[in-house]
């Protein structure tokens, strides 16, 4: 069973055993302190408007894990209000994972990295999804929107962070005045695609063998 943590306590009894064996737990105690935060800050808005991926950790109700890479233009993670942030869900493999999780179990963990910076953000809290969110109008091509009430918001410490450069965005981010490519790998899944899928691949076939 998983450790459980007190109410307002940052760290479970593992964690602080852990503390403890190393003599950390003053330090740890600081950190949530000075630097542990459950609302967003001018700073964290900042921060997050420049990021074009993350990583989000989620389980299910029985705590079984999955961590995926979600990535988008600038922006696309957005701070609505200072105990919200919002994401898309793009079209992807249909196992849905993620959000499959996030109906089951909610609380999720999100990795924001700044690779030239040598940056980086954590943000626990819950996640919802509704399919009738009226934000999804504004994200062109998203199949969903992830709601995130954060418990804590925390920069970590970005000493391992190996610096890395943007060569160049994903074709496959949708983006206004351009079709957005289909994923090249489900045309060995044609027979098992969603209908919807298929005809439209099947029309687009037809326009290209037209003469």
């Known amino acids: 069973m998983a450790e459980q943590r007190e109410h307002g306590e940052a760290y479970h009894d593992k964690e602080r055993?852990?503390?403890?064996?190393?003599?950390?737990?003053r330090l740890a105690d600081r950190l949530a302190e000075v630097?542990?935060?459950?609302?967003?800050?001018?700073?964290?808005?900042?921060?997050l408007a420049t990021k074009n991926m993350f990583f989000l950790a989620t389980s299910d109700a029985d705590g079984n894990l999955d961590c995926s890479y979600k990535g988008g233009e600038p922006g696309f993670v957005r701070v609505i209000d200072d105990e919200t942030l919002v994401f898309p869900l793009y079209d992807g493999n249909g196992m849905f994972n993620s959000s499959g999780n996030i109906m089951a179990h909610g609380k999720v963990g999100m990795l924001f990295m700044d690779w030239q910076g040598g940056g980086l953000m954590r943000i626990n809290g819950t996640a919802t999804i509704d399919f009738d969110d009226p934000l999804i109008a504004e994200y062109r091509e998203a199949i969903l929107v992830v709601r995130v009430k954060p418990e804590q918001i925390y920069p970590n410490c970005p000493r391992y962070i190996h610096r890395m450069e943007l060569v160049e965005l994903s074709k496959n981010v949708p983006q206004e005045g351009r079709e957005t490519p289909d994923a090249e790998w489900k045309a060995h899944f044609e027979d098992v695609l969603p209908e919807e899928q298929r005809r439209r691949r099947e029309a687009d076939r037809q326009v290209g063998a037209r003469p």
């Open 17 to 25: 055993a852990l503390q403890d064996h190393f003599d950390s737990r």
């Open 35 to 47: 630097i542990f935060h459950e609302r967003f800050t001018d700073r964290d808005r900042d921060f």
